[in-house]
């Protein structure tokens, strides 16, 4: 039998207000907080740190 897929679908927003956001996987069983990354934000042409936000 096939093991549960436990990782839910996450989006990662951009703090510098660009609009500009990645999807990603989370489990929400390892990592309860809300996750925070510093990735590229093509938009502001930098490194900025991403919040997790809702998938609507």
């Known amino acids: 039998m096939a093991k549960k897929n436990n990782n839910e679908w996450i989006r990662m927003n951009s703090t510098a207000d660009t609009g500009f956001f990645y999807v990603t996987r989370k ?3 390892n990592t309860t907080g809300k996750l925070t990354l510093r990735k590229y934000d093509p938009v502001v042409r930098r490194h900025v740190e991403f919040k997790e936000g809702k998938i609507k």
């Open 27 to 29: 489990n929400p069983r």
